[in-house]
Structure formats: C-alpha cells, structure tokens
C-alpha cells in the first residue's frame, strides 16, 4: 500500500502519477509494464516510486484496489429507478449499472480485465483482494433481502452470499467463452463487446435463477 510520503503529495502531482500508472497497465500486461515509462510520463526520478511503493507489484494492487473503490462508488452515486425494488430486481439494476463502470473509468476498468484475465505472477492473492469488497457488498444486499421478505427466511444467508458472490465472479468468464471473446481483447479497450442485446438476456436469466432459488414464494 501506500506509504505516507504519496499521500502527503500535492494533489495534482498525486493525481498524474496514478494516472501515469493506470495508462500503463491498461496499455501493457503486467510482466511489460515499466515503471521507467511511468515516471517518464510525470518527469520524477525512478527512485521516487519506491518512496510511495514498495515495488512494482505494491503499485499494482494500489490500482485494483482504486478500481474496486471507484466502482464501488459509482454503485452507491447511481440512484436505482424504483427504491422499493425487490433484492433481484436492485441485483439486475446492479448488473447493467456494473457494466458503466467502463464507460465511466475506461482505463482503470481495462487494468481491472487484465488482472482478471491475464497472466500475472500474483493471480490468487489478487483475486481475493478483488474479491473482498464485492463480498462485503453482497452480505449488505442479502440482509436486507431478508429483511425485506424477498429472500426465503429459511436461506442460510452466508450461502445466500456464497452463492451470489461465486455467480457474478464467473459471470464475465461465462460471457467471454460464449460471446467467443479473446480475453486479451479487453485489455486493448475491446470492451463494448459486453454492452449487446444477447449480454442483457444473460443477465436477464441470471437474476432469473437466483430469484427462483432463493426468493420467497410465500410472498
């Protein structure tokens, strides 16, 4: 993470370097992205990187968890069209609002495919950075699902969780095997592939299972 001497950095100095990183790892897979070009982008010394970051890698996962935040973020800004929605209703309004993230931040959401997608050194324990936040978020959705009687009050939440969170992980592996979309191609700013009419009747069925397997029939 972090050290205090980044965060002491004027904002706009701040700013343009994280910049400077997001552009080069969406621009590059892990193994060639160079912090020489980062810092040639911004004009600091190389040696000022390892006064923020510990490494290259401690960089890296700074901007998946900068991508986790500002999508987040972006889920919490966005006001849904009917507040009295039921849980699967919010869930497939999640899905589309989801899929702006990229249109919103393109190439902080190109960093975050390639992570997904691509081959770094560190896959496992950057999946489960990424994997974290979206957690907590599903464990707040199912409460109130509960609360709200939209989930069957005999649904072991935790696997209420499980079985949400393992979905919408897999989901976009699901839709790049069935669209025959080359996963590399999201790291070049290919990613409207995902904004097709066949891509909402996926999510359509989607919100569909989850609500006959967990909803409350009795309401």
Do not use: C
């Not at 100095?13 to 400077?20: L, P, T, V």
């Not at 060639?32 to 190389?46: E, M, P």
Request: aromatic content about 10%; cysteine-free.
């Amino acid at each position: 993470m972090p050290t205090q001497t980044f965060f002491n950095l004027p904002e706009t100095k701040r700013q343009a370097f994280i910049q400077a990183a997001i552009e080069e790892f969406a621009d590059n897979d892990y193994a060639n992205a160079s912090i020489t070009r980062i810092v040639a982008r911004v004009g600091i010394a190389k040696g000022s990187v390892y006064q923020y970051f510990q490494d290259k890698q401690d960089l890296y996962l700074y901007l998946l968890d900068l991508a986790a935040q500002e999508k987040l973020a972006l889920l919490r800004d966005a006001r849904p069209p009917d507040p009295g929605m039921s849980i699967f209703a919010y869930l497939r309004w999640l899905l589309s609002t989801g899929a702006q993230f990229q249109l919103v931040h393109p190439r902080l959401a190109q960093v975050a495919y390639r992570a997904l997608y691509g081959d770094i050194p560190f896959h496992d324990e950057t999946l489960v950075r990424m994997k974290a936040a979206a957690y907590a978020y599903i464990g707040q959705l199912v409460e109130q699902g509960l609360a709200r009687g939209d989930i069957a009050p005999d649904i072991d939440p935790e696997l209420a969780v499980f079985v949400i969170h393992s979905l919408s992980m897999e989901l976009g592996n699901f839709i790049l095997k069935r669209q025959g979309i080359d996963p590399a191609a999201l790291g070049q700013g290919h990613m409207h592939m995902f904004d097709t009419p066949e891509i909402a009747r996926i999510f359509d069925q989607l919100v569909r299972v989850l609500e006959q397997g967990l909803g409350n029939r009795t309401t």
